[in-house]
């Protein structure tokens, strides 16, 4: 059971994604609402029936969205890994980030509540049986596609994707997904780029057309050497020559790049060379 409890499991953590599963879930919860009709809203007359009914709806995809942005926050504050339990755990919350909202939205809109004399006491009684006869088998309802959408939806964080990175191309199919380590360097010729990685203890290479800046906002920890060049330092053996002509070697026989004067000392002071 505690493994179980402890598997992780995908996580949805983009705004994008949040908003469809909000918005669907909402929307099911209003074709609950119209067409089942709990919380004995059968008994509810209005012109707008429907209309109100579907409130619930709008209601829970705003609280939806509003309980995912702070489970996002606790996710990424706890190295991105998200478990059976946190699943759990959340969606109780959700239910009781829930319940009262949902509670108050119907009692002024199906029981009137603005034009009644309000007691506490009986307000607080009828929605702990609200909460229990009505609210929780309805979630119940919902919690499936709840448990689909988020992991149809979301996405599992491991070691290896925390390193992973893509570089791709102006062209279409221009895409290369790999590991940070396996990046070697890439250079530049007018308006292409050809970029060196490790595979299987070789070194490939492809042809991109795109731009040096645009590979290094792709990949912000790649270091310029020359104005045509941008190199991993972590993959770097060791620089020779001196600043005038100076090369950045790799563990990888005759593999070299130029290191121009103008970055010279500061690469070579990163290296602690």
Request: with cysteine; charged share 20%; aromatic share 14%.
């Amino acid at each position: 059971m505690v493994k179980l409890l402890n598997k992780q499991i995908p996580f949805i953590s983009g705004i994008k994604n949040q908003l469809i599963t909000a918005i669907t879930l909402g929307f099911l919860l209003a074709l609950i609402m119209v067409f089942l009709e709990p919380f004995d809203t059968y008994r509810f007359e209005s012109n707008h029936k429907n209309l109100i009914l579907g409130g619930f709806g709008i209601l829970f995809s705003i609280l939806y969205v509003i309980n995912a942005r702070l489970e996002t926050s606790w996710y990424k504050s706890h190295g991105e890994s998200w478990t059976v339990k946190n699943e759990i755990v959340t969606f109780i919350l959700l239910i009781f980030i829930s319940s009262i909202p949902i509670h108050f939205y119907n009692q002024i809109f199906l029981n009137d509540l603005l034009n009644q004399d309000f007691v506490a006491s009986d307000y607080t009684k009828h929605g702990l049986w609200f909460f229990r006869k009505s609210l929780l088998p309805v979630m119940v309802m919902l919690f499936p596609f709840f448990i689909y959408l988020r992991n149809r939806l979301g996405k599992i964080i491991t070691p290896e994707s925390l390193n992973e990175i893509e570089l791709y191309g102006v062209n279409k199919g221009e895409k290369l997904v790999l590991q940070k380590n396996q990046l070697m360097f890439v250079k530049s010729s007018e308006n292409y780029v050809e970029i060196f990685y490790d595979k299987n203890q070789s070194i490939h290479n492809e042809t991109y057309r795109n731009t040096l800046g645009a590979i290094k906002k792709q990949a912000p920890f790649m270091k310029q050497c020359h104005r045509s060049y941008l190199v991993n330092v972590s993959n770097i053996k060791g620089i020779t020559g001196n600043s005038q002509n100076a090369k950045i070697e790799f563990h990888y026989k005759d593999l070299e790049v130029p290191l121009s004067t103008t970055y010279y000392k500061r690469l070579k002071s990163s290296l602690s060379i």
